[in-house]
């Protein structure tokens, strides 16, 4: 492999929502370097943070019927069961829920956990609350996905945090979507639950490191062998 080659294996490309924030931070630190050069160097390494936090990398998404791969990058919060959000008209039954947080740190960019056709898209708006907290997902901003798999339907809710202010959705009802395809990021710190069928047992646990694509919450076919792999 040529050095060209090489570095460009290492690049980990960047998301087109970053592109005005990046832009809007470097300006600022030349404006900085203008005032004060220590000021300039702050404002150049919150710079280079904004280019990690929309970093958006490939992913190998593991692929069969029935696998559940996490949306986001970040720390499962919570592993509970609750009733889904109402405007998703999916009951009041008590369903296995898990809880992603997600830090400045993480990247942010929101991955199908399964494979399927988005049945409904819905945005409620709400307030800022720390993500974290088991009143975000009801009363915190949020935008939720209904998506129907070969076997079952789950729900997929983006939760904006106390720092977060605009989600992101790429998707649209009626799309078939792909097990670990991208369908939007939440800016600057924020939660995402799933929604898992009544009965399925999570397989994944509190204070775990999820990773968008990669990583399994849930198999709803546990018995069936063997698995694939898509990249991207």
Sequence with gaps: ???????????????????PFIGAFAFASIILFWLWTPLGWIGTLLTLWCVFF???????TPVRDGIVVAPADGR????????????????????????IFMSVFDC????SPLAGRIERIVY?????FNADLDKASLDNERNSLVIAGANARIAVVQIAGLVARRIVCYGREGQTIAAGERFGMIRFGSRLDVYLPEGVVPAIAVGQTAIAGETIIA??????????????
């Design 1 to 19: 492999m040529s050095i060209v080659n090489s570095i460009r294996a290492q690049w980990v490309p960047i998301s087109p929502e970053g592109y």
């Design 54 to 60: 929309f970093r958006d990398p490939p992913r190998v």
């Design 76 to 99: 499962i919060s919570m592993v509970t069961s609750a009733p889904p959000p109402h405007e998703l008209g999916l009951g009041d039954k008590l369903l296995p829920r898990v809880s």
């Design 108 to 111: 942010h960019i929101n991955r």
């Design 124 to 128: 409620q708006p709400g307030k800022f």
């Design 219 to 232: 198999d709803l076919r546990v018995s069936d062998p063997g698995r694939a792999f898509r990249t991207g």
